[in-house]
């Protein structure tokens, strides 16, 4: 019998979690003696044309994260079949530890193409190797939580709940993208497993499955109301407006069920909310919301505000659960600094940013975004607070730096508040609508020819 397939990784396995090419630098490194301290930047370089801003998360779980890479005997005896790797360099690995410092933006930084999102100093192997994990981590996150504050800003403080689990890329990406969510601003989800580990509060009703099962619809209305009271139903499996006139009913003839929202999940939202809402307003059910799914999306909901639907909350799923029209940014993880000198790459259109950094955020009198700073890391600035933070220092993680999740999710709502109108718009971004990020004069002389 063969064994199971497991369906995550385990800590014990984080190492292995890389680029075959991390591990033979690292060997390369160690027969060199190579053993001077690195610096890493973590960024992108290019914005999607749909998006203008992305949400920086994931960044300070990578970097905590780090702190707990370990090379078992078990991992170890895993790479000495690939018979790639000499026995020394295995038993070096062996004690092999973080013993970097993290620089980080907190979780929930509107961020710009060039900034750092992270920059890592350590001895170049352990700075390399690290690599593959930090940019998985942080790519998949930030991307989500992208994707999901646009819709938080179309629902125009509506609860959304993520409904899109069943066909996200993988059961890791369904778990870590609730943390996401929840950075960005979402009231809830289906994901069991993502809402108790995130503490994203768990919603959902049924599946058309439920009503199908049963021969009479208002039958299963009725014995679903009473197992969970308060429930939503969800109207649309036959005749949605059928549907809301049988709920009507039933609660006519049980005035002690209750029942507090109804879903609609198919054909024109908009039509059927206002149907829907006339009816339930008629027999005296203004309290029971209306909730709309179906292949919603940022610019579906927006459109269905602006025509006025009297919807009350949104499921979304597949749109935002794998980012369709962003699904990945350009990151990249350069080499800027080596044993004390600053190192660039030249090559055509990836030229990075050399030496360590810092990011600073200018704000106007009124408290606004008004433009970015990209400065050496021991430069300062006036008027500016350094967005990067020293989460993890000497390879442990320092918990006063870290964003918790209550005020990850704070951070996002007040950078909404001071972004520039222009970046809050749904539409493409368009060459005007660029936010300004500058580099300082000194950093500008370190990346001149």
């Known amino acids: 019998m063969s064994e199971p397939i497991p369906v995550h990784v385990e800590d014990s396995e984080l190492a292995l979690l890389t680029d075959l090419y991390q591990l033979t630098m690292l060997q390369a490194y160690w027969k060199e003696e190579m053993t001077e301290r690195a610096t890493f930047s973590l960024f992108f370089r290019k914005m999607p044309p749909t998006r203008r801003f992305m949400l920086a998360c994931g960044q300070q779980h990578a970097a905590a994260l780090v702190s707990r890479v370990r090379f078992t005997p078990t991992t170890l005896d895993r790479l000495a079949t690939t018979e790639r790797f000499d026995p020394d360099f295995l038993d070096w690995l062996a004690e092999w530890r973080f013993s970097g410092d993290i620089w980080t933006l907190p979780e929930g930084t509107p961020v710009f193409p060039n900034e750092p999102l992270l920059e890592v100093d350590a001895p170049i192997a352990e700075a390399q190797l690290v690599e593959s994990l930090l940019m998985n981590l942080v790519q998949l996150e930030t991307v989500l939580a992208s994707k999901a504050v646009r819709i938080v800003m179309a629902a125009s403080g509506r609860p959304l709940i993520d409904f899109g689990m069943r066909r996200m890329h993988g059961v890791d990406a369904a778990v870590r993208g609730v943390r996401a969510y929840r950075t960005a601003g979402l009231a809830g989800t289906s994901n069991v497993l993502g809402g108790l580990r995130h503490e994203l509060p768990l919603s959902g009703t049924m599946a058309h499955s439920y009503i199908l099962a049963h021969d009479d619809e208002t039958e299963a209305f009725r014995a679903f109301a009473r197992h969970f009271p308060g429930t939503t139903l969800l109207v649309d499996t036959h005749d949605t407006l059928a549907g809301v006139r049988q709920v009507i009913a039933l609660l006519r003839e049980e005035p002690k069920l209750r029942v507090d929202a109804i879903r609609l999940d198919s054909g024109d939202l908009g039509e059927l909310a206002r149907h829907s809402r006339a009816l339930l307003d008629e027999a005296g059910h203004e309290r029971i919301k209306i909730v709309a799914s179906s292949g919603l999306d940022e610019h579906k909901i927006a459109t269905l505000l602006e025509e006025g639907a009297p919807i009350d909350a949104f499921g979304v799923g597949t749109q935002m659960g794998v980012s369709a029209d962003a699904p990945v940014i350009d990151l990249s993880y350069k080499l800027v600094e080596y044993a004390g000198t600053p190192r660039v790459k030249h090559s055509t259109g990836k030229v990075n940013l050399p030496g360590r950094k810092q990011l600073f955020r200018r704000q106007d009198e009124h408290g606004s975004y008004v433009g970015d700073v990209i400065a050496r890391r021991d430069e300062t600035l006036s008027g500016a607070d350094p967005l990067l933070l020293p989460l993890v220092q000497g390879g ?50 370190l990346a001149a020819p």
Do not use: I, N, T
């Not at 993680?397 to 109108?421: F, N």
């Not at 609508?433 to 500008?444: C, F, G, I, R, T």
């Open 396 to 445: 442990k993680v320092d918990a006063a730096h870290m964003a918790g999740a209550d005020r990850a999710r704070e951070r996002v709502q007040e950078a909404l508040a001071r972004l520039p109108a222009r970046l809050r718009r749904l539409e493409p971004r368009e060459k005007d609508d660029d936010y300004p990020v500058e580099l300082s004069q000194a950093l500008q002389r």
